[in-house]
């Protein structure tokens, strides 16, 4: 079993910046897919960025339209850690963020974009942008 737990979020003024983390714990994998996804109020959970760990490299990272450029992903394998960095934040960013982690190597946009089939999740971290 997997455990993923974020952690950062926050109120922040629009242009401001957050730091989102998913600390994972429990059973590793040699390789898989991470990704944030982001749900607001009375809207479908959306993908927001993920990447495929091969054991190596950090390969196919992908990024919503609507954060490319202001968000970025990272990973620090010492601490089983992945971060989203996020500036620029506009008040249509505001939504439960998700980290979500599987198994299978979700090499295209198509199927990293996908929640459904994602094995682990995180119980959500509130990201609010407002003045």
């Known amino acids: 079993q997997v455990q993923l737990v974020e952690s950062g979020g926050g109120l922040v003024q629009p242009g401001g910046s957050l730091r989102l983390s998913c600390a994972a714990s429990?059973?590793?994998?040699?390789?898989?897919?991470m990704g944030w996804f982001r749900q607001a109020p009375g809207k479908e959970r959306e993908f927001v960025v993920g990447?495929?760990?091969?054991?190596?490299?950090?390969?196919?990272?992908y990024y919503a339209d609507s954060v490319k450029g202001r968000f970025t992903i990272s990973r620090d394998n010492a601490k089983n850690t992945v971060y989203l960095q996020m500036n620029d934040l506009k008040p249509e960013d505001t939504a439960v963020y998700y980290c979500?982690?599987?198994?299978?190597?979700?090499?295209?946009?198509?199927?990293?974009?996908?929640?459904?089939?994602?094995?682990?999740w995180g119980q959500g971290t509130q990201v609010t942008v407002s003045s």
């Open positions: 979500a982690a599987d198994k299978t190597l979700r090499t295209t946009l198509r199927t990293m974009r996908k929640s459904g089939g994602y094995e682990y």
């Open positions: 429990g059973r590793t994998f040699s390789s898989y897919t």
């Open positions: 990447f495929v760990w091969s054991g190596a490299n950090t390969d196919y990272t």
